[in-house]
């Protein structure tokens, strides 16, 4: 993220009520154009728009649920905007400790807008979760399904090796069908984090890195106070 966002005027329109920061409401507030449905200059759009999200709008939302970054209403989006509202964004919300309980996920992405958004992810090496409804990808899934809730289907957006969609996977399982969270240790049940063959701080290094990019949530086990317990964030998700 640009070194001129400390720079930024303050932009953000208030929403209430819905844990959810409209994307294009926020971009016409800032163009002052009332059509606008292209977002496509950095420094004058993607920069503003990332900066709010970071710093004014996402501190302000409840921590241990996931909230909306909504792109309905943007018909196409420039691959320098995609940079700075999709990797760029969610690196440095993965190194601020302040944000540590605070799990963005996309949603309303038209498939050229989810297409952009999952090659910035790529080309940026990072990831992220988003919610795609049957319209939008009926012209064909972009990035890695996870799983299936109601009429969305969660999907990666970005980089997903195998390994990590295995454990994903696995913990997935463990929460719907055991209703039980995922510690290091428990990743030993799965062949590719056996004993032996991976040590413990390796398994907990593979679950940090998908708690940074926001799949997993956790809370601190009660029962052992220096393990972590680690469940799908979009299996808590309420309210679509």
Sequence with gaps: MSETLSHTPQVYVPIT???????????????????????????????????????EWLPLQPAGRPVWLDFRGVRAINLSVAEELGPMLMKHIAEQAVLGHHYPVYRGLQHDVAHTMHKAFLEMKWATLAYLDEEEIAEGMVGTRLDRIGNHTIVVLGMLTTGQLRILQFINHRYTEKGEKTS?????????????????????????????????????????????????????????
Excluded at 18 to 45: C, G, M, P, W
Excluded at 227 to 240: K, Q, S
Aim: glycine share 4%.
């Design 184 to 240: 290091s240790s428990d990743l030993m049940h799965l062949d590719i984090m056996a004993e032996g063959r991976v040590t413990d701080s390796a398994r907990s290094k593979r679950l940090t890195e998908l708690y940074q990019r926001r799949f997993l949530c956790y809370e601190d086990n009660p029962h052992k106070r220096s393990e972590r317990l680690f469940a799908p964030v979009w299996r808590i998700i309420t309210d679509v």
């Design 17 to 55: 009520g819905n844990s959810a920061f409209l994307v294009i409401e926020q971009a016409r507030h800032i163009t002052n154009v009332e059509d606008l449905d292209f977002l496509e200059y950095r420094k004058h759009i993607g920069i503003p728009l990332a900066t709010v999200i970071l710093r």
